[in-house]
């Protein structure tokens, strides 16, 4: 067998994938693991932790490190031949599953363990991996009848396939699109966006600049370009990924797809005896029901909207003011609210890009995390890639090596877009001794080009800090039950608190201060630009929440109500939303929602909520460290022993209570985002 991450390795030998073996090999280990555990259940003698908890651990262990680095790999070199034993193998995954959380004999023997074994008190973390193991059995169909349960079975592959599908078709239409352009059409980029599309210009074999949908390209060219039509072509083409809309209409279509997505999502639920896919999703979130949830969104956009609507009235006036523009369109706004930006707080994000290299950032941003956390990070060299551009680092606290850290960071073509931490390899103890957490840290920035290093953004420095903070919640675990470990066994609605938590320093001067160093000068950010992006933090603030709204009750609604996509058609659902809760309408050949992936390719179906569920936790933790000092190390440490190492191991409300003393409270939110209480 051709293991990418064996027991014995420390870190994952990527050239050992062969794409060719990768189906045959998964087999194998599924059979395996199959008769392993008839073997486990056939022994004589009463079910306890050791017998059988810690066996089945072995055994689901080998197949997660078997089957993370395949996926990550799916995920940011993908190819077609990859990519084909990659959904190759998603059915069979989905059926094991289904195997091992209906099995009645596995399901009763857990139920003795819980009942029985007296270590499961004793060991920390045991009991609330248990409860949780039990729960997700009744989750997974273990009642049901067996039509039932065969049915069920049929229902999660499908589901595995076509988020798959969705995914791919996303990627692929992003990919597809670029044009190229004359130098007077570029006006007004960033010139690390005109380096790239020059470079990209001359792999094609072409004159000018050729520019493509990764997300730094898109972006620059929004807030900066001053070719109207060239905003208005981009944005067609971003805006109609995958879609029966814009310049690919039909090629990579998710239309179906996401129509049976929620279709078998609804007859999931029923199958399980809930009313809706809303109500199966909550089952193991913080949120007691749905009526909560939407209670929460729709109270936050009370306070939120009338706020955005004055902020978007500022901004139409500033572009008739200053260009004559009567009417904005959804490819004007993010280009005036840039200029709006400039003209009220003098600073753009170009202006920051010098001042931060992504070397002196992760420089600071490791000192931070021993600072805090008392860690330290260490390059590593010679290790196995599958990339260039893929870096690793040692994490060790007093000279113990607690984790490694892969960071792959620049955007390239066949990469999957966004920002994401990915769990490959989890802290347990087990047969081999301790094993030791790894993570994979994805980004999608600029390249460095023309002999210097990547030059972020403010807010890509953010959504740096955001990745990390959830790295750091799996690497410095302390739990050694893997159900339990890092972000396992963390209510999703809360699994954003310490990713959002570390964003905070991003806008703290005394931070920013250490943080920005000019690339070539090597001079400190001068503080009156820090003052300026201070003052700026909560520019349109309140639009950018509604916007977050829009997209967590549309995700919401649609899961609580569908039905079908006669009776509950998708983009009325959307539309409904926005005229509740959006200041700018879309035309009506935006097509959003066919790639929005966090709900039809992730695992934020129903749930994308979180992010704000989540945000109130994180601007409340944050607060304690503006009570006692943001570098207050034993703050910090007690961050680190309450919240990063306590993992999963109990449920995140009594984790936040033992970090903050007290239940949350939503004012540092509202507080943060310019919103009155």
Same mark, same amino acid.
């Given at each position: 067998?051709?293991?990418?991450?064996?027991?014995?390795?420390?870190?994952?030998?990527?050239?050992?994938?062969?794409?060719?073996?990768?189906?045959?090999?998964?087999?194998?280990?599924?059979?395996?693991?199959?008769?392993?555990?008839?073997?486990?259940?056939?022994?004589? +003698?009463?079910?306890?932790?050791?017998?059988?908890?810690? /066996?089945?651990? @072995?055994?689901?262990?080998?197949?997660?490190?078997?089957?993370?680095?395949?996926?990550?790999? #799916?995920?940011?070199?993908?190819?077609?031949?990859?990519?084909?034993?990659? #959904?190759?193998?998603?059915?069979?995954?989905?059926?094991?599953?289904?195997?091992?959380?209906?099995?009645?004999?596995? $399901?009763?023997?857990?139920?003795?363990?819980?009942?029985?074994? /007296?270590?499961?008190?004793?060991?920390?973390?045991?009991?609330?991996?248990?409860?949780?193991?039990?729960?997700?059995?009744?989750?997974?169909?273990?009642?049901?009848?067996?039509?039932?349960?065969?049915?069920?079975?049929?229902?999660?592959?499908?589901?595995?396939?076509?988020?798959?599908?969705?995914?791919?078709?996303?990627?692929?239409?992003?990919?597809?699109?670029?044009?190229?352009?004359?130098?007077?059409?570029?006006?007004?980029?960033?010139?690390?966006?005109?380096?790239?599309?020059?470079?990209?210009?001359?792999?094609?074999?072409?004159? !000018?600049?050729?520019?493509?949908?990764?997300?730094?390209?898109?972006?620059?060219?929004?807030?900066?370009?001053?070719?109207?039509?060239?905003?208005?072509?981009?944005? *067609?083409?971003?805006?109609?990924?995958?879609?029966?809309?814009?310049?690919?209409?039909?090629?990579? %279509?998710?239309?179906?797809?996401?129509?049976?997505?929620?279709?078998?999502?609804?007859?999931?639920?029923?199958?399980?005896?809930?009313?809706?896919?809303?109500?199966?999703?909550?089952? *193991?979130?913080?949120?007691? %029901?749905?009526?909560?949830?939407?209670?929460?969104?729709?109270?936050?956009?009370?306070?939120?909207?009338?706020?955005? @609507?004055?902020?978007?009235?500022?901004?139409?006036?500033?572009?008739?003011?200053?260009? !004559?523009?009567?009417?904005?369109?959804?490819? %004007?706004?993010?280009?005036?609210?840039?200029?709006?930006?400039?003209?009220?707080?003098?600073?753009?994000?170009?202006?920051?890009?010098?001042?931060?290299?992504?070397?002196?950032?992760?420089?600071?941003?490791? !000192?931070?995390?021993?600072?805090?956390?008392?860690?330290?990070?260490?390059?590593?060299?010679?290790?196995?890639?599958?990339?260039?551009?893929?870096?690793?680092?040692?994490?060790?606290?007093?000279?113990?090596?607690?984790?490694?850290? $892969?960071?792959?960071?620049?955007?390239?073509?066949?990469?999957?877009?966004?920002?994401?931490?990915?769990?490959?390899?989890?802290?347990?103890?087990?047969?081999? +001794?301790?094993?030791?957490?790894?993570?994979?840290?994805?980004?999608?920035?600029?390249?460095?080009?023309?002999?210097?290093?990547? =030059?972020?953004?403010?807010? @890509?420095? *953010?959504?740096?800090?955001?990745?990390?903070?959830?790295?750091?919640?799996?690497?410095?675990?302390?739990?050694?039950?893997?159900?339990?470990?890092?972000?396992?066994?963390?209510?999703?609605?809360?699994?954003?608190?310490?990713?959002?938590?570390?964003?905070?320093?991003?806008?703290?001067?005394?931070?920013?201060?250490?943080?920005?160093?000019?690339?070539?000068? +090597?001079?400190?950010?001068?503080?009156?630009?820090?003052?300026?992006?201070?003052?700026?933090?909560?520019?349109?603030?309140?639009?950018?929440?509604?916007?977050?709204?829009?997209?967590?009750?549309?995700?919401?609604?649609?899961?609580?109500?569908?039905?079908?996509?006669?009776?509950?058609?998708?983009?009325?659902?959307?539309?409904?939303?926005? #005229?509740?809760?959006?200041?700018?309408?879309?035309?009506?050949? #935006?097509?959003?929602?066919?790639?929005?992936?966090?709900?039809?390719?992730?695992?934020?179906?129903?749930?994308?909520?979180?992010?704000?569920?989540?945000?109130?936790?994180?601007?409340?933790?944050?607060?304690?460290? @503006?009570?006692?000092?943001?570098?207050?190390?034993?703050?910090?440490?007690?961050?680190?022993?309450?919240?990063?190492?306590?993992?999963?191991?109990?449920?995140?409300?009594?984790?936040?209570?033992?970090?903050? !003393?007290?239940?949350?409270?939503?004012?540092? =939110?509202?507080?943060?985002?310019?919103?009155?209480?």
């Amino acid at each position: 067998m051709n293991h990418p991450l064996p027991a014995d390795a420390e870190l994952p030998r990527y050239s050992a994938i062969d794409p060719a073996r990768i189906e045959a090999d998964l087999d194998q280990l599924l059979a395996a693991n199959r008769a392993a555990i008839e073997v486990l259940l056939a022994e004589p +003698g009463p079910a306890t932790w050791e017998r059988l908890c810690a /066996p089945l651990e @072995e055994l689901e262990d080998e197949l997660e490190r078997f089957w993370a680095p395949v996926s990550h790999l #799916n995920s940011v070199s993908n190819a077609e031949p990859l990519r084909e034993a990659y #959904n190759a193998c998603l059915p069979k995954l989905s059926a094991w599953r289904t195997w091992l959380g209906q099995h009645s004999a596995l $399901y009763e023997a857990f139920q003795a363990v819980a009942r029985d074994d /007296p270590s499961v008190d004793r060991v920390p973390g045991r009991r609330r991996a248990l409860d949780n193991a039990l729960r997700d059995f009744t989750l997974a169909g273990v009642a049901l009848e067996p039509a039932q349960r065969e049915r069920f079975g049929e229902l999660s592959q499908r589901l595995a396939s076509l988020s798959a599908r969705f995914s791919d078709n996303l990627l692929d239409a992003t990919d597809a699109w670029s044009l190229t352009v004359d130098e007077g059409r570029v006006a007004g980029l960033p010139e690390s966006t005109r380096a790239a599309a020059r470079r990209n210009a001359e792999a094609a074999g072409e004159d !000018g600049y050729r520019l493509t949908l990764d997300g730094p390209t898109y972006l620059a060219v929004m807030a900066h370009g001053q070719d109207r039509e060239l905003r208005e072509a981009i944005y *067609t083409a971003w805006q109609t990924r995958a879609s029966d809309q814009g310049p690919h209409a039909g090629t990579w %279509d998710n239309s179906e797809v996401m129509h049976e997505i929620l279709d078998c999502r609804r007859e999931l639920a029923s199958l399980l005896r809930f009313d809706n896919y809303a109500e199966l999703s909550l089952a *193991t979130k913080m949120a007691p %029901d749905t009526a909560s949830v939407v209670t929460f969104l729709e109270d936050l956009a009370a306070h939120a909207r009338p706020v955005a @609507e004055a902020e978007w009235e500022a901004l139409c006036a500033f572009a008739r003011e200053h260009d !004559g523009r009567a009417q904005l369109e959804a490819w %004007d706004a993010p280009y005036y609210s840039e200029q709006l930006r400039k003209a009220r707080y003098a600073i753009s994000q170009e202006d920051l890009r010098p001042y931060l290299p992504l070397p002196r950032v992760l420089d600071t941003l490791f !000192g931070l995390c021993g600072e805090l956390f008392g860690i330290e990070f260490s390059p590593c060299e010679n290790f196995d890639s599958y990339h260039p551009d893929l870096s690793l680092y040692a994490i060790h606290r007093d000279g113990e090596l607690l984790a490694h850290c $892969y960071l792959d960071l620049y955007a390239r073509s066949g990469k999957r877009g966004g920002a994401w931490m990915g769990d490959c390899r989890v802290r347990r103890e087990g047969v081999h +001794g301790l094993q030791r957490p790894v993570a994979w840290l994805v980004c999608n920035f600029s390249p460095p080009a023309d002999g210097r290093p990547s =030059l972020l953004t403010h807010d @890509e420095v *953010t959504t740096l800090f955001h990745e990390f903070g959830h790295g750091l919640h799996h690497l410095l675990t302390r739990q050694t039950v893997a159900a339990v470990s890092g972000i396992n066994g963390v209510e999703w609605d809360a699994v954003e608190l310490p990713s959002q938590f570390l964003e905070n320093w991003c806008w703290e001067a005394e931070f920013l201060a250490r943080l920005g160093r000019h690339v070539d000068s +090597g001079e400190a950010i001068p503080p009156a630009l820090v003052e300026r992006l201070l003052a700026a933090r909560r520019f349109q603030a309140a639009m950018q929440t509604v916007r977050q709204l829009e997209f967590a009750l549309f995700d919401f609604r649609l899961h609580l109500g569908w039905t079908s996509a006669s009776e509950t058609p998708v983009q009325a659902v959307l539309d409904a939303v926005r #005229n509740e809760v959006a200041v700018l309408q879309p035309p009506a050949w #935006n097509r959003f929602q066919h790639s929005f992936a966090h709900i039809f390719a992730g695992g934020y179906a129903a749930g994308y909520y979180s992010y704000k569920w989540a945000e109130v936790l994180s601007a409340d933790a944050f607060a304690r460290f @503006e009570e006692e000092g943001i570098f207050n190390a034993g703050t910090g440490r007690a961050f680190l022993r309450e919240v990063l190492e306590a993992g999963g191991s109990r449920d995140a409300m009594a984790t936040f209570r033992a970090f903050r !003393g007290r239940e949350p409270d939503i004012e540092p =939110l509202l507080r943060q985002s310019g919103i009155a209480a």
